[in-house]
């Protein structure tokens, strides 16, 4: 899955970016860049930083250091301006409004069309084509779906913002193998498509299968940047981490 080709040009450079939480130091000095088309795997055991990184490139928390977004710098505590250029994260945990339906919850993805129904229309097709499943539950309680159901929901309204880059943070976190492999395959194909990903994830073996490059994060450092066609085995990613 990891044969697209891209066109070259940066859309997103993270330099020397820093965060912490009290006098806990999160992230430190992180470098890392997605060019157009790409999808990046940042990989990394519990408690590497993966999650807190991707929530500063959005502005989520304090952080130090430059992250540009096709060619603009990210504001620091703007995640709602970073949304609005085209940055959009679906979080550890899904993110989704419980209470609302699903239908609901897609229009919430949409806030910003104001009102465009063609282009409202066209993207909700396009959810519905990747996750048919949703189609079949429009009108239920987003809290009542499976797991599985709500990953793909939390992914679908991320798509009816119509993401620039996406971001996803442990998307098969808690999951059966199946639905993994049904959002994985969505993922992709939208990949494919031109869409670039972040895609971050503790199961290396399937983030592997599908990036383009990977970045190995170990104790809110970057350990290694790789290409996942050089690692054939668990030993020689072991090696990269070790260094």
Do not use: C
């Amino acid at each position: 899955m990891n044969d697209h080709v891209t066109g070259g040009r940066r859309i997103l450079e993270v330099q020397g970016l820093s965060a912490r939480y009290g006098h806990v130091e999160a992230l430190r000095s992180v470098d890392l860049h997605v060019d157009e088309g790409e999808l990046v795997a940042v990989l990394g055991p519990n408690g590497a930083g993966k999650s807190t990184l991707m929530r500063a490139i959005m502005g989520l928390v304090r952080n130090d250091g430059s992250v540009r977004f096709r060619g603009e710098p990210v504001p620091r505590h703007d995640p709602a301006g970073a949304a609005a250029r085209g940055l959009v994260l679906v979080p550890e945990g899904r993110g989704i409004f419980a209470p609302m339906t699903v239908a609901e919850n897609l229009e919430l993805g949409a806030y910003l069309l104001s009102g465009d129904k063609p282009e409202f229309a066209r993207r909700h097709h396009r959810v519905m084509a990747l996750f048919p499943r949703l189609k079949e539950r429009l009108a239920q309680v987003a809290g009542s779906l499976s797991g599985g159901e709500q990953q793909m929901l939390a992914v679908g309204r991320a798509l009816m913002s119509a993401p620039k880059l996406l971001l996803l943070d442990e998307p098969s976190l808690g999951l059966a193998p199946r639905v993994v492999e049904e959002i994985l395959t969505a993922l992709g194909a939208l990949n494919r498509e031109g869409l670039p990903i972040i895609l971050v994830e503790q199961k290396a073996p399937l983030a592997l299968k599908m990036a383009r490059r990977a970045y190995l994060l170990s104790v809110g450092n970057i350990a290694a940047e790789i290409d996942p066609r050089e690692v054939k085995s668990h030993d020689e990613l072991a090696r990269f981490y070790l260094g």
